[in-house]
């Protein structure tokens, strides 16, 4: 199985950045996890909330660990929110189902990790996610 290469990280948090100040959103924070859930990449930008690690990090580990989308999550927790409650109860309070949290697939459609993005609306924290896996040569479901 493929992997988000450290290189890869890197830049798709400087894509997702930088997509953030071309849209002027506020101060983004951008994780990426690898398939195992487990932290390659991170950066909080000037004028974020120091909070915001666990927020991007809670989008992206819901992402990977449960193999959908933030949107697929919120929708979940909005039709049985007692299925979410259990996922976190599982997982320590560590997912954040809502937009932000990009899941990453190959190009064979493998899972490769996610992606979390906080900082802003949801919405335009995956348009700003988005741009940085593209740049990357990566595809995102978001």
């Known amino acids: 199985m493929a992997e988000i290469s450290s290189n890869r990280a890197r830049i798709i948090i400087r894509k997702t950045l930088k997509k953030g100040k071309e849209m002027s959103l506020k101060p983004l924070s951008v994780v990426i996890l690898d398939a195992g859930g487990h ?3 991170f950066e909080r930008e000037d004028g974020a909330a120091p909070g915001r690690f666990a927020i991007a990090h809670g989008k992206a580990y819901g992402a990977v660990m449960l193999g959908m989308p933030g949107s ?26 809502v937009p932000g949290g990009i899941l990453v697939h190959d190009k064979r459609g493998n899972v490769i990790g ?27 479901a978001s």
């Not at 927790?77 to 299925?83: D, G, I, N, P, V």
């Not at 976190?88 to 997912?95: D, E, L, S």
């Open 39 to 41: 932290v390659k990449a």
């Open 72 to 97: 697929a999550q919120m929708a979940r927790a909005e039709q049985q929110a007692y299925f979410m409650n259990a996922v976190n109860g599982v997982y320590g309070g560590q997912v954040v189902p």
């Open 114 to 140: 996610a992606v979390g993005v906080t900082g802003d609306t949801s919405d335009n924290d995956v348009i700003a996610g988005m741009a940085g896996l593209e740049a990357a040569g990566l595809e995102g």
